[in-house]
């Protein structure tokens, strides 16, 4: 059954179709397949004796379900693979029947669904291949528009209730607004995108000192925030690069992906950053600085620049799905600097991937964001285990945010 929803969502939205099959990529399968509960039961009573036996011995009941609307069962994954995928990689249980059969995390992927007051907000998953080629590469940017629609079986990632007694007093009731502009701030071509991101720096310093001594004040001064105020005051040092590497370096060796559960092409691609890099002969990171810095203004006049709408298009579409800056903690520096790390781990892949092979593609680039995306948003660890380093070693602050960028 169909319920008429308000509806929030970038345009580009209703621009993908799952191509099923014939993707050069796999959604079902790397990462947890969700059941909730009513799809479970249903799978329960399925008629066909031989499709029932078949299906339910390939589910189970989880042990910390959170949320039984999203998380009740789980699919036993059979070589990383949901066992349900036929050999021409369509949905057997879609196939045999019926789209009503899907559990709501597969019948809602790559689309992501918060809802916040009144409004389910929809946008897609850059994990999705598909999804990535239609975000990223949209030059003129991201837009959004406010419209009526229809949802079937779906799952909800967040609700949020801005009035709510159990937020009153805490900095989510602002998520709105305080999201909002920070869009605003990264989609102003005014500035250059590091310009941006360090403008948002400013501005969630002085919204946090806002939040902390005129609480009920916010919105006032939000209305009243010049976004251009800032405009000027960012002065890149090229060292700071240097810097970025010794942290991206550490970070592969302390997370070791390369045992971990990840894609043959993320783990090759990542090979070929670190030789690029020559992370691997032992050499002090300064011996070879001249090298990497001029990889980096090759990489920041060709790319960075060129085709800055492709970053900028990243940040806008994790910034609206993730809530930001309230995804990882109540604390805004907390989602600046993950963001920050996502967004520089790609320029370190970027630059890494030009010294090993002297050129890279933008097809390269838009299916590295994807890929990387994939592996640690869909990861139980790898993002906490980043922030939990960057707290221990207390880079939680606006001195290393600039390094960031």
Not at 167 to 183: A, F, G, Q, V
Request: net charge neutral; glycine share 4%.
């Amino acid at each position: 059954m169909r319920e008429n929803i308000k509806l929030r969502c970038p345009e580009y939205f209703k621009e993908f179709r799952c191509i099923g099959g014939m993707c050069e990529d796999n959604c079902c399968g790397g990462w947890d397949i969700h059941i909730d509960k009513t799809t479970f039961e249903q799978y329960k009573k399925i008629q066909d004796k031989r499709t029932n036996k078949y299906v339910n011995k390939n589910v189970f009941i989880r042990d910390n379900c959170k949320n039984i609307n999203i998380d009740y069962g789980q699919i036993k994954l059979k070589d990383n693979k949901c066992p349900f995928l036929d050999k021409d990689r369509y949905c057997s249980i879609q196939l045999k029947l019926g789209e009503e059969y899907l559990s709501s995390v597969c019948a809602t992927f790559p689309r992501i669904i918060n809802k916040i007051d009144d409004y389910y907000e929809m946008s897609l998953d850059i994990s999705c291949i598909e999804a990535a080629r239609i975000i990223l590469l949209k030059r003129e940017g991201i837009e959004f528009e406010e419209a009526e629609g229809t949802l079937g079986k779906h799952a909800i990632s967040v609700s949020i209730i801005t009035d709510d007694k159990a937020i009153k007093d805490t900095n989510l009731k602002y998520i709105k607004e305080i999201r909002d502009i920070s869009i605003k701030i990264i989609k102003n071509r005014k500035f250059e995108l590091s310009e941006r991101l360090y403008i948002l720096g400013s501005f969630l310093e002085i919204i946090r000192k806002e939040l902390c001594y005129d609480y009920n004040n916010v919105v006032q001064f939000i209305n009243r925030y010049n976004i251009d105020f800032f405009g000027g005051e960012f002065k890149r040092n090229r060292m700071n690069y240097m810097l970025q590497l010794s942290f991206f370096r550490d970070m592969l060796e302390k997370l070791n992906i390369f045992e971990g559960n990840y894609s043959d092409y993320f783990k090759e691609r990542m090979k070929e950053v670190m030789l690029g890099f020559r992370f691997n002969e032992h050499e002090s990171l300064m011996e070879n600085s001249d090298a990497f810095l001029k990889a980096y203004d090759i990489c920041k006049e060709n790319i960075f620049r060129n085709y800055s709408y492709i970053f900028e298009n990243y940040l806008v579409n994790h910034m609206f799905k993730e809530l930001f800056p309230f995804s990882e903690s109540d604390i805004l520096i907390n989602d600046y600097i993950m963001m920050l790390i996502r967004f520089s781990y790609i320029r370190f892949y970027i630059v890494g991937q030009y010294l090993y092979k002297g050129t890279i593609s933008i097809d390269d680039i838009i299916r590295f964001i994807q890929s990387l995306t994939k592996e640690i948003e869909h990861d139980k660890t790898y993002l906490s285990d980043i922030l939990q380093y960057v707290k221990e070693n207390e880079l939680d602050n606006r001195r290393f945010a600039t390094i960031l960028l």
